[in-house]
């Protein structure tokens, strides 16, 4: 314990003022700062930890490893993600998993599992189940009542829940991490009608599935906008691919064979490679109008060869950094989305990619 006054009572004035401004500090009475610094009971966890980091800072501490010592163990935090071909979705996890020296200041582990996105029955058992072993989970929802009922659930246990990419609806979730959608789907529409330009033709859409209420967003955005404002272009029947790139693949051909005047295709899944691959084997790659999202290795090589002309993305290590300081904000008792920022829709081009 560090009873200051009672181990060297000739510096009881200097501990008293260093007392005091610990408690300036940290926001919280002398009284608290005198219950932490003793080892005292009857301070919330999150209050002792930012009185004892406020003390190390000012050198009040005479054992610089105290503070470490004392720390509460680090919030357990899961990114529970789609499995399957979505090469950004691979890239979050792996990010996740791996940026320790960047998320250790947050005082969070991380770790990812990946289920499969497309089976809301299969994601809510996963959430069940693995949130015996995680204080908080991310994960990109599927809109569907088993999957909100398991969200409603890990509430009630106490197990904080995140939503990545694609929202949940009425569901007691702490946040939602990602783009508006909708904005999203009309900013595609958008740079879609002006490469087009004055031609007249078919467009289409390829989704990964109508369960991600992102992706059903970005389809009702994209239509508005092209009915808006070029009623030159025809928009053809929305395509399910699961983010699969055999499956796009297959899906891209059938269009390409199904309606020779296409003159445009937005991804608004991953796998685009899938989609490329048909439009080159069709000899098309270089004059329909490919939009989609996510930059990854391969978005970046079609962008360069020309068989995809603009990507819209969600910045990755922001969405992980994002995602920890969220729930570290819930475990230190504030709101959640204290200190952070909506986050951006980045459109990268060939010219501008980073």
Do not use: W
């Not at 005091?20 to 610094?37: K, N, P």
């Not at 709101?335 to 010219?351: K, N």
């Amino acid at each position: 314990m560090l009873n200051i006054e009672e181990n060297n009572p000739t510096t009881s004035s200097d501990a008293r003022a260093s007392i005091a401004s610990i408690a300036r500090q940290a926001g919280v009475s002398t009284a608290t700062v005198d219950r932490v610094l003793n080892g005292r009971p009857g301070v919330r966890a999150a209050t002792a930890q930012r009185v004892l980091k406020t003390a190390a800072e000012q050198g009040y501490l005479p054992d610089s490893d105290l503070y470490k010592a004392t720390q509460a163990p680090a919030m357990r935090v899961m990114f529970l993600l789609p499995s399957g071909m979505n090469r950004y979705l691979n890239m979050l996890g792996d990010y996740a998993g791996s940026a320790h020296e960047q998320l250790d200041r947050y005082n969070v582990h991380c770790r990812s599992r990946y289920v499969d996105g497309f089976d809301p029955q299969k994601l809510a058992e996963t959430l069940l189940r693995e949130s015996k072993h995680a204080d908080g989970i991310a994960f990109m929802a599927l809109e569907h009542p088993v999957v909100r009922e398991a969200v409603n659930i890990l509430a009630e246990r106490g197990v904080h829940t995140v939503t990545l990419i694609s929202d949940l609806s009425r569901a007691a979730r702490k946040a939602y991490v990602g783009l508006d959608n909708r904005a999203a789907g009309r900013s595609a529409g958008l740079l879609m009608g002006r490469f087009v330009g004055p031609r007249a033709g078919k467009v289409a859409m390829i989704a990964g599935s109508r369960y991600y209420r992102g992706h059903e967003e970005r389809e009702m955005g994209f239509q508005h906008i092209l009915e808006e404002k070029f009623p030159a272009l025809d928009l053809v029947g929305l395509r399910e691919g699961r983010d699969d790139a055999a499956t796009n693949y297959r899906q891209s051909r059938l269009l390409l064979e199904q309606y020779p005047d296409l003159v445009g295709i937005y991804n608004i899944g991953g796998a685009s490679d899938g989609v490329a691959k048909a439009m080159k084997e069709a000899g098309r790659d270089q004059n329909i109008i490919f939009i989609g999202h996510g930059l990854t290795p391969d978005t970046r090589a079609l962008l360069i060869d020309g068989s995809m002309d603009a990507l819209l993305n969600q910045n990755l290590h922001q969405t992980v950094v994002n995602t920890v300081r969220i729930f570290a904000n819930v475990r230190d008792g504030l709101e959640p989305m204290t200190g952070i920022e909506p986050t951006q829709i980045s459109v990268i081009f060939s010219e501008n990619l980073p």
